[in-house]
C-alpha cells in the first residue's frame, strides 16, 4: 500500500491504483486469490462474465508478436453466477470489480439485472468492447445501440457501473460517444480493450499465429500505448468529471504507468505485460512508478493527473 498511489471511484477507496486488465490472470478464483494477494494491486477484476459458462475460441487464441500480443479468446469464462458469488463471499481488503459482457443486447440487460438483483455493492464493469465473438460486432462501435442499451441499463442499474470500451480513432467519435456516456451517472470509464482485429504472420510459415476468425485478434502491449493514451486523454478531456477513468493498453513499465495518469487515468490496469511477466510485475511497476514521482518531487498521484503539457 502506498500513500503516493491512491484512488476513488463511486466513494469506494483504491489504496494503490494498480489492476490486472479483465481477461488476464482472472478467470479462476485461484488467480483472482493469487492478485488480490499480490503487492501493488489496489483492486482486481475479474473475467468478462457472460450468463452461462463459455469455452471460448479455439486454441492457439493468443501469441506473443514483437511489442506486444495477438489474441481472440473468445470470452472463456465460468459463467455469472461463478464471478458473483466469488465477489459477494471473499474477504478481502482490496475493491473487487466484477465485468461482465453480454454477447447480445439481451444477454447484457439480463446480467445487469442478476447483479442489481443481487448482493454485489461493488463497482460492475460492462465490457462493450471485445472484437472476439464471430459474428458479434463490438456493441460500443454502434453508437446507437450503445446509447439506447444505457439508457435500458439506468433504468434499473442503481448500483455503481463503469463501462470498458475498445479504441477510437477520430476525434468526431471521441466527442460523440462523449456525449453518449455524458447523459449517464457512469462510475467510470475503462479505455481501451484490445485494438481489434489486427493479424500477426509468422515469418517462417507464411502462417498467421492464432486459429480463431482466420488469425485476426485484438492487439495489445506496447503497440497499443499510442493509441490508449489518446483515448485516455480524449475521454478525460470530454467526460465529466464525476466519472472516473482506468486506463488500460501498453503499459510495460513504470513511465508507462506515469503517462496514463498524465492523461488522466484513475487506476491503471495491464493485460499483456501481466500475461507474459506475472503477477509480481506490479510490484515492480509500483516502485518504478514512485521512483519516476520521487525525481520530480510529486508525492501523489494528485499531483500530476491530467497534468499533460502541450505544445502551444
Ligand atoms: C476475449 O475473451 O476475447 C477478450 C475479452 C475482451 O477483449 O473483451
Known amino acids: 500500500m502506498s500513500q503516493a498511489l491512491h484512488a476513488e471511484i463511486a466513494g469506494i477507496k483504491f489504496d494503490d491504483i494498480f489492476l490486472n486488465a479483465s481477461g488476464v490472470h482472472c478467470q479462476t478464483t485461484a488467480e483472482l486469490d493469487e492478485l488480490l494477494a499480490t503487492k501493488g494491486t489496489g ?62 443486447y439481451t444477454e447484457n ?6 447483479v442489481q438483483d443481487s448482493s454485489f455493492m461493488g463497482i460492475t464493469e460492462l465490457n462493450l468492447s471485445c472484437p472476439n465473438v464471430p459474428g458479434k460486432p463490438q456493441t460500443a462501435y454502434d453508437f446507437e ?18 463501462v ?20 449517464f451517472p457512469l462510475a467510470h ?23 480463431p476468425k482466420g488469425g485476426f485478434g485484438g492487439i495489445g502491449g506496447a503497440l497499443a ?46 493485460g499483456t505485460q501481466l500475461q507474459f511477466e506475472g503477477p509480481s510485475m506490479f510490484a515492480r511497476l509500483e516502485q518504478e512508478l514512485l521512483a519516476i514521482m520521487a525525481e520530480k518531487g510529486y508525492t501523489s498521484v494528485d499531483d500530476f493527473r491530467g497534468q499533460l503539457k502541450i505544445i502551444e
Open 225 to 270: 500505448k499510442p493509441t490508449a493514451l489518446a483515448n485516455v486523454r480524449a475521454f478525460r478531456q470530454r467526460l465529466n468529471p464525476t466519472i472516473k477513468m482506468i486506463g488500460t493498453g501498453g503499459v510495460v513499465n513504470g513511465r508507462d504507468v506515469y503517462e496514463h495518469i498524465l492523461c488522466g487515468a484513475d487506476l491503471v490496469s495491464v
Open 164 to 183: 470498458k470500451m475498445p479504441p477510437y480513432f477520430d476525434i468526431v467519435h471521441f466527442d460523440d460517444m462523449a456525449k453518449i456516456l455524458n447523459k
Open 189 to 211: 470509464v475503462n479505455t481501451i480493450n484490445s485494438i481489434g482485429n489486427g493479424l500477426w504472420i509468422n515469418e517462417d510459415t507464411d502462417t498467421v499465429v492464432i486459429k
Open 43 to 104: 483492486a482486481i477484476i475479474t473475467k468478462s462474465a457472460t450468463s452461462a459458462y463459455r469455452a471460448g475460441n479455439p486454441s492457439p487464441r493468443l501469441s506473443k508478436i514483437p511489442l506486444g500480443s495477438i489474441n481472440s479468446m473468445g470470452l472463456p469464462n465460468e459463467g455469472l453466477d461463478y464471478y458473483l458469488d466469488y465477489v459477494t463471499t471473499k474477504q478481502a481488503d482490496k475493491p473487487m470489480l466484477l465485468s461482465v459482457a453480454g454477447v447480445s
Open 109 to 114: 440487460l439480463d446480467i445487469l439485472h442478476k
Open 145 to 162: 445501440t450503445t446509447e439506447r442499451l444505457l439508457t435500458e441499463v439506468f433504468a434499473f442499474f442503481t448500483k455503481p457501473l463503469g
